[in-house]
DNA sequence: CGGATGACGGGTC
DNA sequence: AGACCCGCCATCC
């Protein structure tokens, strides 16, 4: 983990949530040794479909269960399809049940400590 | 080089 | 609960 790039680590954690489960930016740059922010991984996040493996972006929401990032998945509600399509249940435009699905970057982490 | 911007978050009221 | 402000920093003009 330590010799990877900075953004070879927000991929490798996003890459790591299992299906049917969602993280938060901030998780995920709590998670990583950086002085970047939630904001920074959501910029990551966003040029990610550019990069030649999936990376499940939509597993990502904000600290509230927000499907912020709705807008860059091409149609307008692909990303709430892909969720749904796990069994994550969305409502107006928010994670139902959020705080019992997400899952902490930080345990996966740890596993490598 | 510097100001504006953004898939955010924590704090305050 | 919800609106608001402010710090955050990589990226883009």
Redesign the pocket.
Known sequence: MKNLDK?DQIYALVLAIPEGRVT????I?GAINT????????????K??NEPVK?P??R?V???GVL??????GEIDE?QKRLEAEGIVVENDTVKDFKNLFWDPIEYVNLFC
């Open positions: 953004i938060s930016y901030g998780a740059a002085k970047m922010g939630a904001r920074q991984v959501g910029l990551i996040l966003s990610s479909h990376i972006a939509h990502v904000n600290r509230n912020t990032g709705k807008f860059h998945f990303m």
